[in-house]
């Protein structure tokens, strides 16, 4: 689909656009939203299983029902969970070991421990993998905005600048199989260098599906990579890897809470507890969020309520969506009263990194707003990021990057329900440098009212309306 201008199709819902100067409830601040994110920071690294996600589970059970929501529950949900220790790895020229270099890395999520695994090092190429310690370097991907301009249904660009912004993601181009090939090639060993990361960073938390890999790896940063490298370029080089990391299934939660509105059906908004480290924008930021909206919804009488409202905050997304997936299979009931399924994650602000360092830009990442490709829908978000200036803004089809968005929340969009799913991908998103500067604060305010006014435009709609008219 090429770029189409939302307006010069629909006309906004009646009153959208006065829906800002209507607002019914407390607004909860910037301020109040930064000291949730603040507290949830002191739990430390959030990981599947750690006990830094129970205890945000715990806070959060509690501030759901401070709020006044309704059975307030903790489901349980069963996930892999992977816990490393210390990963190094040592390099010497064959046969000359007193010229041996030590690297100290971060361990390549869900891969296997080892110690003392001795094997040539080489560079990665399939047909000379196997059994040998593997070195390939990773660069994060840049996407070009004029591209996902194209793919939009409506872009908010006040101030004129996706024509030419690139933004840089998180991601290499393997994404989360940074490491598959290695292992269909029968590798030992791996070793990934993030020689095209544009900060010194050896703690990049991927992959994150939660699928155990056979073979033991570490992450190196950009300049020991380049050392490494040197190294290679020499010639042949033997190499011993040392990895501590323990895989094994757990229990995390999923925290429910509700509050009563008009009619049977049902809004549901949501994001997840966990993060890969002690996360600000993945996903402190989200759950910030999510509970300004159960704030802003449980200071509205009930009768004045659109829908009813589920409000979800899941376990282990950096453990493959297990969370989200496993609230889709138990609710299945639930879903079919599902008006509309609000996802909101990474409140993000821009950086630029000079190959050290990261700094901020003072502009917010690019945001992407997945929205089920229904014109009323469609138009109502559209018109609440005019309403909000919510600049450097995108609605998106749901399946611009693939089957489903790229959010904790893709399971409901599968399962059919309309959605409305908000996502920025800053490059340091799951980097130990994910810190509280990095929530881009401006916008928290903006975002909350937006969503209210995204969730207002459904007020008198049905589940079955939504899905049809997005099905047509």
Sequence with gaps: MGFIHIEDLFCWPPGLEDIGMKLGGHVPSASQMLADIEVILRFGIRRPGYQADCQAEAWAAERFAELGLRDVAAEPVQLQMWRPGQASLDVWPLGDSARTQHFDGFALPYTQACTDLERDLVTFDAAAARDQIVVEPLSLLELPQSALREAAAFAYDPDGELGTLVQTLPFGQHFNTVADAAVAAGAAGYVGLLTGVPWRTCHYYVPYDAKPRPLSGLWLSGPDGHRLQVLLDSGQCRARLNVDARQDTGTSHNIVGGLPGAGDETVLIGSHHDAPWASAVEDASGMALVLAQAAYWASVPAAERPHNFTFLLTAGHMAGGAGTRSFVARHASLLEQVVLAVHLEHAAAEVRGDGERLEL????????????????????????????????????????????????????????????????????LFDAEDTIDKIHVPSLEPLTRAVIQIIESVRGRSAAQLRAAARD
């Design 361 to 428: 830009t003072g502009q917010p990442e690019p945001r992407w707003w997945f929205t089920s490709p229904e014109p009323e829908l469609q138009a109502a978000v559209a018109g609440a990021l005019r309403s909000e200036q919510l600049s450097r803004s995108f609605v998106l089809p749901p399946t611009v990057f693939g089957d489903a968005p790229t959010t904790d929340g893709s399971a409901f969009y599968l399962a059919g329900v309309p959605i409305v799913q908000f996502l920025t991908a800053p490059m340091y």
